[in-house]
């Protein structure tokens, strides 16, 4: 949190409003140095990825999204044609049916069995909509939390073209150029999670806005397509010869595989605070393949490129982490080995 100002009438207001926007759901991809969070998780003496008695992802009956799920890119700042095609064909892949295994829609399965008080599942279809250019960063080159959803309301009131209002299956994503800096990114914050205020954009919406970390910093966001330089370890090639577009990929896949369980932060989520949720990706971030957990990204693939991966899209290959499945009670994907 900032620093208190004097306090006025119009700033409480506006402190109360950061108090609620407050960390909701911030992530980073590489293996967790605040134990105890995750620590309970990764103990090495669990036999499963993420595996954990004390893990109580719990179903807090509020909605989830049921019917075939919209994904909106707002495009912020400048974006080169060749990324935007990597990140649409993520999001197309999974529903793709016949990409070969591993894929990403079997990665999605695991998403779909979570269901709602109706016993209704997520929705296996995901595509994507309409999208929105902010070429020339109407905001400005650095982003707050509040500023977020204002860029949301440009998207969806602009007299142009503006995005469909579509609450109840939709999911507006918001992508920020390399040069564009966000509250607290690369502060262990690589993307989040909410969704907008009827009093800021007019709507109670689904968004999520992940960065592009390449020039601000690789090592935390596009983990393990950078790495610190005191790791021992070094950075593996990138499947789509983009650091980091391929690391945004897994933080985007994080952020839908939580906005689709939990998109008004009231539905399955773990731990007893709704203000930190832990929610079915936190679960299992730094887990990207068979035995993954502590400092161990868990067994990739490799292809003949050398790049590193973990699954298979339209046309592209790309290394997206785990998520929680409560039906065995931990980090499962397409790409575990059987044991
Ligand atoms: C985290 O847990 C360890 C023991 O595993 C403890 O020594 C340490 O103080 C804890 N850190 C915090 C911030 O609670
Ligand atoms: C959902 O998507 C599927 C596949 O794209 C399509 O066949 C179906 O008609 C859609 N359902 C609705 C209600 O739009
Ligand atoms: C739907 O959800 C239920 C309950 O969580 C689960 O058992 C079932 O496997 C899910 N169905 C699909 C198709 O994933």
């Not at 709507?203 to 950078?226: D, R």
């Not at 299992?284 to 050398?306: A, P, R």
Request: charged share 15%; hydrophobic share 35%.
């Amino acid at each position: 949190m900032p620093s208190a100002p004097p306090l006025t009438a119009a700033l409480t207001t506006i402190l109360l409003l950061l108090f609620f926007i407050k960390p909701t759901i911030s992530w980073r991809p590489w293996p967790s140095t605040h134990p105890n969070s995750t620590n309970l998780l990764f103990d090495g003496s669990k036999k499963y990825e993420g595996s954990s008695e004390f893990v109580e992802l719990k179903y807090h009956m509020g909605p989830v999204l049921t019917a075939n799920i919209t994904v909106y890119p707002i495009w912020y700042g400048r974006w080169q044609n060749s990324q935007k095609r990597i990140i649409r064909e993520f999001i197309a892949s999974i529903s793709a049916a016949n990409s070969a295994p591993p894929s990403v829609a079997g990665w999605w399965k695991t998403v779909q069995q979570y269901s709602d008080q109706t016993g209704a599942n997520i929705s296996r279809n995901v595509h994507i909509g309409e999208e929105k250019n902010d070429r020339f960063y109407s905001l400005g080159k650095s982003l707050t939390r509040l500023s977020v959803q204002s860029v949301i309301k440009s998207a969806v009131t602009a007299t142009t073209r503006p995005l469909p209002i579509n609450p109840k299956s939709g999911v507006y994503l918001l992508l920020t150029s390399d040069d564009v800096h966000v509250d607290d990114f690369c502060n262990n914050i690589c993307g989040f999670h909410y969704f907008t205020f009827p009093s800021i954009v007019g709507y109670t919406l689904p968004y999520a806005w992940v960065g592009n970390s390449a020039k601000l910093c690789p090592s935390v966001c596009a983990y393990p397509f950078a790495v610190p330089e005191y790791f021992p370890q070094k950075a593996v090639k990138s499947p789509n010869d983009d650091v980091g577009v391929d690391g945004m990929i897994s933080v985007i896949a994080h952020e839908i595989a939580e906005l689709s369980t939990n998109p008004l932060v009231n539905a399955w989520y773990a731990g007893g605070d709704p203000v930190f949720p832990v929610e079915i990706a936190d679960l299992c971030e730094g887990i990207y393949g068979t035995g993954g957990g502590g400092s161990y990204t868990g067994q990739m693939l490799n292809g003949e490129d050398g790049a590193t991966f973990n699954m298979n899209g339209i046309r592209r290959r790309f290394l997206v982490q785990w998520v929680w499945n409560h039906i065995v009670n931990y980090c499962t994907g397409p790409n575990a080995l059987d044991q």
